[in-house]
């Protein structure tokens, strides 16, 4: 995650005319948070014409107030309609003091959906093409310094075959959710700067650039390059100040690069190479990060700075041994995720990004797919944090287009690397377009245009059609039974980037997404939501163990599940639920099987069966330990050993099965030992009669913060007495709030699987909020939770 410091100026007041009061905003670790105080509409009937500009009472009162990250449309979750397609505006009164006439202004936009039309001030400054990568527009020039100005952004989310993924969205396996959906920031800097490696737009250039070589536990060289760019019509002598300090705070490094002149309206680039003795090396299991800081010296006087968290490590991928991470040869066990949340699409906060990957971490996975586009950055940055690689992918599903579909694309994926090149979490890059039958020629210069961004040795290419790329990533049902990929033997490493769905939906219907040829019955394929019950949960978690373990019989690297979580898309009405967590971040069974595979992980044990239905009494229990104890109602059943079946041969930690001659209602307990000592144990309760609802937030790791359209889940689960949870309760739940937050979603909602769940989006202000939730029949519930 990169920081920016403009250290000539310590606060900027920014005039916000949505409010009657002047706000301050710090330009530190924040880079000038330009989120709140914006106006939307959706579906405009006017064209854009200058009274827009304007600030006037009767025309505002048709516009929203709202606050970035925001989503143009509250999507259903059940409704079997389409989402929303159309035209969005935001726009943004703000006021800039007249002492920063003369610098470098520029307003950064994470992301959004996916034309987007940016006027200042009435004038259309940018277009910007894509709805996945980041862009910024520079207001030099345009800026009306101690007055009011009106930035005014137009989106259109519908098909359009020129911008990647570029597939209609009535055929499309995802959504195009429209919305401002990531942070905007707003910078002001002095005429000499550090460059934004995308507006730059120089190869292996622009921003800062760190890269690493001949490392060991020993020693470790990191290469920084620094692009600075001087937009003064004099040329100027500059030197920089970098520095590094270790997750304490400790320096471990300080040099200061020897002074350079740069001319006017040009830019230069400093390269420098740094030993360090004794290096903590980033991995999954030890994801060490270092801060790097650069101050760029004019003058005796530091004009910029930027502040980047890296981790050093090196790695491999060959056929011959596998992934290899510093050193060390390392099984990829890893998952997809889309990046969408129920309601609210892809606007999620920061911290909802850090709540998702803290779920994957917990799951067991040591890596992610972003699939099928480039994903946030705060998101990349919790994987860094928490030592989760990443494969970061272009936009793509389905679908090449023309000569000027696939230039925008070569230029996604130019953009993405120049994003995302320091995350020590990126092992691929996905230059390709999934499933989708590219020209040879689009592959080249795919594959070329990610070793020109990043021409170092730790760079790896990937893509799911076996030609150019470096890592050949297909997905599971892309080859045939019984043999799957197990028999490849080209001098490649091979990733299974996908599997445990489709091929237990509909082997043989291929890329037709509506044929369906010879569909598996619903009670044996993957896509199950939590409310279809526990013998088709079961059955889904069965197949994900089948089929990872049938990956490791061949040469594959490692592998990657479809999918984390459950989520919405365009060719079909229903949710596409062969997520092992469903849409709200609820897990299924599946989730445990996946979660006592992870290595060297603190014991866990988790019991696959609800213990409610007589029809269905054998137990699976999933554990990382050596054996497993059962006891009904304080009676031992049996203590034994991992299963050895077919679908276990290849598995740290198969599951342990107790086949029960009989049901008895009561206490299953399930106690796991390694070597001899007890040291995991849980619990199944028969469910009495339903009796009160039980309120719990998801937090996963981050509490919830103010003003920063922070999002939880809440969920209402209906118990008996004693607190078990009634799984085939469907009442619908009603939430209500107290404090300054808001909900979010269908109120009241029937409870799937005995939870009923909702979204709390925080308000501006932090506090205390209470929640109740209530239905029919039973004692209501209340929580508070404080905002930070």
Known sequence: MTLRKTLFFIVLTIILSSCSISAPILFSTESGNFNSGWEFIKDPLDSISSELFLKDEKQSSTWQKVTLPHTANIEAVDSPEKQWQGIARYRKFFTVPEQFDGKSVSIHFGAAMQIAK????????????????????????????????????????????????????????????????????????????????????????GGLLVTYSDVTAQSAQINVQ????????????????????????????????????????????????????????????????????????????????LSEKIGIRTFSFSAKEGFVLNGQKLKIRGTNRHQEYPYIGNALSDNAQFRDAFKIKQAGFNFVRCSHYSQSPAFLAVCDELGIMVMDAIPGWQFVGGDEFQNNSIRDAREMVRRDRNHPSIILWEASLNESD??????????????????????????????????????????????YWNKYAKDK?????????????????????????????????????????????????????????DNRNGPAVGDANWLMFDYKRGYAPDIESSGIMDIFRLPKFAFYFYASQAENAA???????????????DVKVYSNCNEVELSLNGKVIARQKPDQDRNSTNL????????????????????????????????????????????????????????????????????????????????PVTFTT??????????????EAGISTILLMAGKTSGVVKIKASAEGLASAELEIGMH
């Not at 740094?274 to 290096?279: C, T």
């Not at 014991?603 to 009494?617: E, G, Q, S, T, Y």
């Open 738 to 751: 107290e404090g300054d937050a808001e909900l979010v979603g269908d109120n009241p909602r029937k409870a």
């Open 493 to 549: 490493p091979l990733l299974i980037a996908e599997y445990g769905d489709w091929e237990y939906y509909a082997q043989n219907a291929g890329f037709n997404q509506t044929a369906y040829k010879d569909l598996q019955t619903e009670e044996r394929n993957s896509r199950q939501l939590r409310g279809f019950g526990q013998k088709r949960l079961a059955q889904q978690a069965l197949n994900y163990q089948e089929s990872h373990n």
């Open 118 to 205: 940016v006027y200042q001030n009435g004038e259309l400054v940018q277009t910007h093409l894509g709805g996945y990568l980041p862009f910024q527009i520079k207001l030099d020039g345009k800026i009306k310094f101690g007055k009011e100005n009106c930035i005014l952004v137009e989106l259109d989310n519908r098909d359009n075959p020129l911008v990647p993924p570029g597939k209609p969205l009535a055929t499309l396996d995802f959504n195009y959710y429209s919305g401002l959906y990531r942070n905007v920031t707003i910078e002001i800097k002095d005429k000499l700067h550090i460059s934004d490696p995308i507006t730059a737009n120089r190869v292996a250039g």
């Open 603 to 617: 014991p866990m044990i988790c019991i696959a069966n609800f213990w409610n239905d007589p029809k269905f009494k």
């Open 226 to 305: 620094v692009d600075v760019e001087n937009e003064s019509a004099t040329a100027k002598l500059i030197s920089l100040q970098i520095s590094l300090k270790d997750a304490e705070g400790k320096s471990v490094l300080s040099e200061t690069i020897t002074e350079q002149s740069v001319s006017a309206s040009g830019f230069i680039q400093f390269k420098q190479q740094f030993k360090l003795d004794n290096p903590r090396l980033w991995s999954p299991d030890s994801p060490a990060l270092y801060q790097l800081n650069v101050k760029v010296i004019s003058d005796k006087v530091a004009v910029d700075s």
């Open 652 to 731: 740290k930690h198969p599951p342990f099965t107790f086949v029960m001659t009989e049901f008895i209602a009561g206490k299953l307990e399930a106690k796991g030992f390694i070597f001899g000592k007890e040291v995991a144990k849980t619990e199944a309760q028969t469910p009495g009669v339903p009796a009160k609802i039980s309120l719990s937030i998801d937090l996963s790791g981050k509490e919830l913060q103010a003003g920063k359209n922070d999002v939880v889940f809440v969920y209402a689960s209906v118990t008996d007495a004693a607190g078990t949870i009634i799984t085939d309760d469907i009442r």
């Open 438 to 483: 590219m020209p040879k020629s689009y592959m080249e210069r795919a594959h070329q245009a990610v070793h020109e961004e990043l021409p170092v040795a730790d760079v790896y290419t990937c893509g799911w059609i076996d030609s150019v790329y470096d890592v050949f990533i297909p997905a599971r049902q892309h080859s045939k039974p019984p043999y």
